[in-house]
RNA sequence: GGGCGGUUAGCUCAGCUGGGAGAGCGCUUCCCUUACAAGGAAGAGGUCGCUGGUUCGAGCCCAGCACCGCCCACCA
């Protein structure tokens, strides 16, 4: 074996194994209990980010360590057709190799097209998934266009539909006028720009003087119908019913008055503009007003723009601040930096437009969603995060799912050419259901790509069909998620799940860190901030690479730091040279691994292991990443080799058969452990352990075991050892033993109070301790209310008492 | 504007119910015929963002402030 770990090789070709002899598999299995982790569906098109490696280390071990306790743990792996995101990379792609657009090739050799493009540049994540050691059941890989998948998103559409959840309204709605479609609320990004604010004054229809408004878009004013001011502001308490006159179109409009209107802001006159913007529709809307529209799809003036039709917004907006110029009633313009709405995909500026969209009704959905929240059906982590969901489920409005898209599930509605409205389940209908006409045209929008994304922890197994899969793996239990995804999946899986199996889809969301780019900027290709985590892998190998992303997986934002992997690197090594240390001491003797402790270091050493699975375990279930892998670092480097293999290294040198036994016996123990961070190097360390039957994937993971707890005998030495210490300070007095036991003393932050005897001796100690500084303070006895002093005194006899009783009489002097 | 989180060693971060400030990296000194120099031993380095409060005692609890980050939001 070489004394340098070098993961390269060795990991792939674990991967292969693995896969190849079915251990990733889960499989319908009564008799045992299931565990279930439905990943997130990375997009087709994608690459692996951080983001994801991150998600596959936390899900990875936490499905690993289920896997080794006898669970059937169920990874699931697949992708998603990410609607417009995709559409703009295959027509970026179109446009820049073979300058044409979709528009030109029409619909449906577009979306053949895109599946084309699919077959050559998609679905290669699960390749770099793979690469991580993630044990995806990758047998399963599903797809949200898979017919079979698409079937059920049909199947929940025609159930909400027919629940008259979903409805047709005309409403205003986000627009990308790059990619031509509505876009809900939450797919906008917004961007501070440096913008001009026009005061531009509206003269009244009759007497002298007028209302001044402030714009930026001036170009709307052709679609004013009035002017609103607040009604508790007095400057224009007057001006309220009377008529103003809107600049260049000359026309009379109303002054109203409404309290959504900022008395604060610009002169306090707001020009309604109901077709244009969103707030203006609103307070149009309460007041009965029309909705005249000078905007097309494209972002031009459009037809009803008169002279300016065909403008830009630009364009038109400079003719009518000359218009206004020119007969004074442009009072002044500003620098005025505010944000605005644009496509998180193509940055175009969001329009405001009056369309009419496909909505899902969200009271009846969210209700038991909330309610399941509430009663801890599933549980968000952190706290916090699980407060913000309710909240966010709380606040939910009505969910625009219909796309002005290509690529993605075309809605399963078709209209008559009455203009009813029939929905299936995907099959085409003969005849209308309202009037019975044959005449019928299927809507060509498509759906929010999060309406099929909502069906994930179901539609993968076989759902609508009552599936043995379904039966075995649903419900689920356990979600990694990134906090932004939670209003966007994690609730809409939760009331989808509910609506149709009446079950939540899981019992845990663990949202995790966001990993920042060292310097603190976020990750992002466009800023050129990100950091290819295959890169990682190659330069530290993927075990290393999930100990440091499980290392930087705390609750808060963590800046990416190779110091993480580098730790990680360091405890494959040490692990290694552990392994081949004890391997070389066997070599050729017929040793199996054993556990027949002899001497108090290898009690201590079981003792220790054990109290470490006792946290591991506590740090898995409470999905306390980071902390989890400090206790495996700090068993394998401190306890087991700095002070158990220093300890028996005499034995190792004679070759004491019984001491080889059980050193192997602690290793696997070890490597059983480490498993689920780092699968790798742990995997092969094992295959080379005397007479391996199974891979160390589907061994059990260790029980506890406190058989090595109550050792009278180590504690005096301990005590002993320690004494020694302190009187000299020359820790090679010591025996090599001494030390050992030592280590539980003089260390005593890395062991923490459980079953064990040492342990608790050494919390005893620091309690003590704790006390009698406490009844040292003249303050605190002179100042503290008697029966705290005294419940202080009571304390501490006690501690002590049972001090005296652990350490069988015999403490030591402090 | 609202919500959430953060501020601890040069860097990245831990720090549980209030009771002797921690890790990794980096730095200093010493140690390579020794399982591992991607190693071992020892060490330096911190008014725990600021101000006030509660308490015998505050990194931790409370209030205010400052700065940073994220999410949400209809100030034209």
């Not at 699960?126 to 990758?138: E, T, V």
């Not at 999946?489 to 989808?496: C, G, K, Y």
């Not at 401190?638 to 004679?654: H, N, S, V």
């Not at 290793?667 to 360390?685: A, D, K, N, W």
Request: include cysteine; aromatic fraction near 10%; charge should be negative.
């Amino acid at each position: 074996m070489d004394p340098l770990y070098r993961p390269e090789g060795v990991e792939e070709r674990w991967q292969r194994i693995w896969e190849e002899e079915g251990l990733y598999n889960a499989d319908p299995d009564p008799t045992r209990t299931s565990f279930v982790d439905m990943h997130p569906p990375p997009n087709v098109t994608g690459e692996l980010h951080m983001g994801h490696a991150l998600q596959l280390a936390l899900g990875d071990s936490a499905i690993r360590r289920k896997r080794m306790q006898g669970y059937n743990a169920l990874f699931q792996p697949g992708y998603d057709h990410a609607g417009i995101s995709t559409q703009a990379a295959v027509e970026k792609h179109l446009e820049r190799v073979e300058g044409t657009t979709r528009q030109a090739l029409g619909r449906e050799a577009f979306e053949a097209r895109v599946w084309e493009w699919l077959r050559e540049y998609g679905g290669k994540i699960m390749f770099q998934f793979r690469r991580m050691g993630a044990s995806l059941d990758y047998r399963r890989e599903r797809f949200t266009m898979d017919p079979e998948y698409t079937r059920a998103v049909y199947t929940y559409f025609k159930r909400l539909y027919d629940k008259g959840y979903i409805y047709r309204a005309n409403r205003i709605i986000n627009w990308c006028p790059y990619h031509q479609t509505a876009l809900s609320d939450l797919e906008l990004d917004h961007k501070e720009v440096d913008d001009t604010l026009s005061y531009i004054r509206y003269p009244f229809l009759e007497g002298d003087g007028g209302i001044t408004v402030a714009t930026v878009r001036p170009a709307t004013i052709l679609a004013d119908v009035a002017v609103a001011v607040n009604p508790n502001d007095e400057r224009y308490r007057d001006a309220i019913g009377r008529e103003v006159i809107v600049p260049f179109v000359e026309r009379p409009v109303l002054v109203i008055a409404d309290e959504r209107v900022e008395i604060e802001f610009g002169t306090g006159a707001l020009k309604i503009t109901p077709g244009h913007d969103p707030t203006d529709f609103e307070i149009g809307r309460d007041h009965s007003l029309p909705q005249p529209i000078v905007i097309g799809p494209d972002g031009r003036m459009n037809a009803h723009a008169g002279p300016l039709a065909g403008m830009t917004q630009e364009e038109a907006g400079e003719h009518i601040l000359d218009w206004c110029r020119q007969r004074g009633l442009l009072e002044r313009q500003e620098p005025y930096r505010h944000s605005i709405a644009i496509c998180e995909r193509c940055e175009s500026r969001i329009e405001p437009l009056i369309s009419p969209q496909w909505w899902c009704r969200m009271d009846e959905l969210k209700k038991p969603a909330i309610e399941a929240l509430r009663a801890r059906l599933v549980v968000f982590h952190p706290e916090s995060q699980h407060e913000f969901a309710i909240r966010s489920l709380e606040e939910a409005p009505d969910w625009c799912i219909s796309r002005q898209l290509w690529w993605g599930h075309q809605l399963p509605l078709w209209q008559c050419e009455n203009g009813h409205w029939t929905a299936t389940a995907g099959e085409t209908p003969s005849a209308c259901e309202h009037c019975g006409s044959a005449e019928l045209a299927r809507s060509t929008d498509v759906l929010d790509t999060w309406f099929s994304s909502a069906l994930w922890p179901f539609a993968p197994l076989g759902w609508p069909e009552h599936t043995p899969d379904l039966e075995a793996f649903y419900p689920g239990d356990l979600q990694t998620t990134a906090r932004e995804i939670i209003r966007l999946w994690e609730n809409r899986m939760i009331f989808s799940g509910l609506e149709v199996l009446g079950e939540v889809p899981f019992t845990d969301v663990v949202i995790h860190s966001t990993v920042l780019a060292p310097d603190g900027r976020r990750m992002s290709k466009s800023l050129g901030t990100g950091i290819d985590p295959l890169d990682v892998i190659g330069e530290y190998g993927a075990d290393a690479t999930r100990y440091g992303l499980l290392k930087m997986s705390s609750t808060q934002d963590v800046r990416f730091n190779y110091g993480f992997m580098q730790e990680g690197r360091k405890l494959a090594n040490k692990l290694w040279n552990a392994a081949r240390l004890l391997l070389a001491a066997c070599e050729g003797r017929g040793v199996e691994p054993g556990i027949r402790p002899a001497t108090t270091a290898e009690r201590w050493i079981l003792a220790r292991i054990d109290a470490a699975r006792a946290e591991i375990d506590e740090h898995f279930e409470a999905f306390r990443f980071a902390h989890m892998v400090q206790t495996l670092y700090r068993l394998t480097f401190d306890d087991f080799c700095d002070w158990y293999l220093e300890a028996i290294k005499p034995q190792l040198r004679e070759a004491d058969f019984d001491t080889l036994a059980t050193s192997l016996g602690a290793l696997e123990r070890l490597l059983r452990l480490l498993h689920p961070v780092m699968p790798h190097v742990t995997e092969e360390i094992w295959t080379n352990l005397p007479s391996r039957a199974t891979r160390l994937i589907v061994a059990p993971w260790p029980d506890p075991d406190d058989r090595w707890a109550d050792d009278v005998d180590a504690l005096l030495r301990v005590q002993d050892a320690a004494a020694i210490f302190r009187r000299s300070q020359v820790l090679v007095q010591l025996t090599a033993e001494e030390r050992v036991i030592f280590a539980a003393v003089v260390r005593p932050e890395r062991v923490k109070a459980d079953g064990n005897a040492q342990l608790e001796i050494e919390r005893l100690r620091k309690e003590v301790s704790r006390s009698e500084r406490m009844l040292a303070n003249e303050r605190f006895v002179a100042n503290a209310a008697p029966e705290v002093v005294e419940g202080e005194r009571e304390k501490l006899a006690r501690y002590e008492r049972e001090l005296r009783a652990l350490e069988g009489g015999r403490r030591l002097e402090r």
